[in-house]
Each structure stands twice: as C-alpha cells, then as structure tokens.
C-alpha cells in the first residue's frame, strides 16, 4: 500500500504548482497530536497527496511508526490543505517516550521532506496547518491537554523576550506587533481568543497572511495561555512558542 502511493505521488504533475508540507508543534507536550500538513502554494495547478503520506522514525533513523490508511489519492486546488495527525504512538499503539522524532513527508514527485519535532513535558504548544504563504490564510491548532473546555487567549510578537506573569514567563513581547495581534479587527491574527474543545484542543485561530510582498521574510512567534479567571493566578498554562517565517 505504501509503495503504491509512493508511486501515485511521483506520478502526479502540476505546472505552477508547489507541495510543501509543515509538521508541529516543534515542542510537543506528551499526548497533543503532531500535526502533518501538506499545502498547495501554487497559483495554478493542482497537488495530490495522500490520507497519510508521512512515516515517523526517531532521532537515529529507526523506524517508530508507519500509518496503516486507506489509499486515497486526495486533490488539493492553489491554496488547500490537508493535514493528517500523528497521536504519539509507535506501531504496536503504544505511547512513545519523550524524544526527537524525525517526520518523513511524501510529497509529489517522489520529494521526501524530513521535519524534527521532539514530544517534551511541557504544558501546552501549537502549530500552523500549512505554509506561511504570502495571500493566504492558515489555521492555528492550540493543545494543552490539561485544558478542555479551557479558555485560551493568543498572541504574536516580533522577538521572545519574554512577558512575566504569576504562573511564568509567556514566551513573546510586549511590541507593537503584540499590539496589533490583540486589537480585534486586525484583520490577520483571527480568533486570537476563544475556547478550547474537549480535549483541550482548537484550530479556531488563524492568521491571514497578506498578499503584500514588502511583508516577505518577516519572523515573528505565536504563544497562548489558557485563562482561569476564578482563580488568583488568572494564568493556568502558558504554551511553548511557534517561530513563523512569511513566505
């Protein structure tokens, strides 16, 4: 199964199209899925991927976890995405330990993107379901599985000089791209406050990429908390950064 959608990848042509794919958080906390994306950042042109076109192995190159799916050639127009999930499990479903992982993505064409995320003890973290494209707009997906039905509150900043509070230090600054990210009608960081579901997960924030290419290059780093406002210490979790480059 897994040869035949190696080879449905490297079949697939798409002129002025281009698949690349994301995976996150780059520090996971144990038990948020890691999130596998692949997006169509062409302006012509169509990308085929798969149900699940990744394999995990860990730090060393050995072989953790290879998903057992359904073979779907799935088709992404310019500016879809499709993203798939790792649950932090090995082949045998057992949860893997704290470590590195290396994410290998299948993309069209037979390219084989390799990304590192590491699965840590720490409390909460997010990641971008697609590429930071210039002219487009990319969901968030928040976890802290500590957190469900939390309320939660984001933010982004140019530098992560660090933000005291009475549960610690939110990884972000006070700068006038914070700023910005809490007005509500900014029009590009969205649903920057919301709640989180069940699982003490969303994708209900967003960021909207201008289409404006003086914004090209730019860095900045996205971060959340989760709010208990019955408490003293309004602050019951602060996630870990996300480093975002414009493209």
């Known amino acids: 199964m897994l040869r035949t959608l190696f080879a449905l990848l490297a079949l697939a042509t798409a002129a002025s199209a281009q698949a690349a794919a994301t995976v996150g958080p780059p520090k996971a906390p144990?038990?948020?899925?890691?999130?596998?994306?692949v997006s169509n950042d062409g302006?012509?042109?169509?990308?085929?991927?798969?149900?699940?076109?990744?394999?995990?192995?860990?730090?060393?190159?050995?072989?953790v976890y290879t998903p057992i799916c359904i073979l779907i050639a799935i088709l992404l127009q310019p500016g879809q995405t499709f993203t798939a999930e790792w649950e932090q499990i090995d082949d045998l479903g057992n949860p893997v330990p704290p470590g590195i992982y290396r994410i290998d993505v299948m993309l069209e064409g037979g390219v084989v993107e390799q990304h590192f995320v590491e699965v840590a003890n720490v409390d909460a973290a997010l990641s971008m379901l697609g590429t930071s494209k210039l002219g487009f707009e990319r969901d968030l997906k928040l976890c802290s599985p500590q957190d469900p039905f939390g309320i939660y509150a984001a933010a982004a900043s140019l530098s992560t000089a660090g933000i005291p509070t009475?549960?610690?230090?939110?990884?972000?600054?006070?700068?006038?791209?914070?700023?910005?990210?809490?007005?509500?009608?900014?029009?590009?960081?969205?649903?920057?406050?919301?709640?989180?579901?069940?699982?003490?997960?969303?994708?209900?924030?967003?960021?909207?990429?201008?289409?404006d290419p003086v914004f090209q290059g730019i860095e900045f780093n996205v971060a959340f908390v989760v709010l208990d406002l019955s408490d003293p210490c309004p602050v019951a979790r602060i996630s870990e950064e996300l480093p975002v480059k414009v493209e």
């Open 30 to 37: 144990v038990g948020c899925p890691i999130t596998i994306t």
């Open 43 to 63: 302006t012509a042109g169509d990308v085929v991927t798969g149900v699940c076109p990744y394999r995990v192995f860990d730090e060393i190159g050995q072989p």
């Open 166 to 211: 009475c549960a610690g230090t939110v990884p972000l600054a006070t700068d006038a791209l914070f700023k910005v990210s809490q007005q509500a009608s900014n029009g590009v960081f969205l649903s920057f406050a919301g709640q989180l579901d069940a699982s003490g997960a969303s994708t209900q924030p967003r960021v909207a990429f201008p289409a």
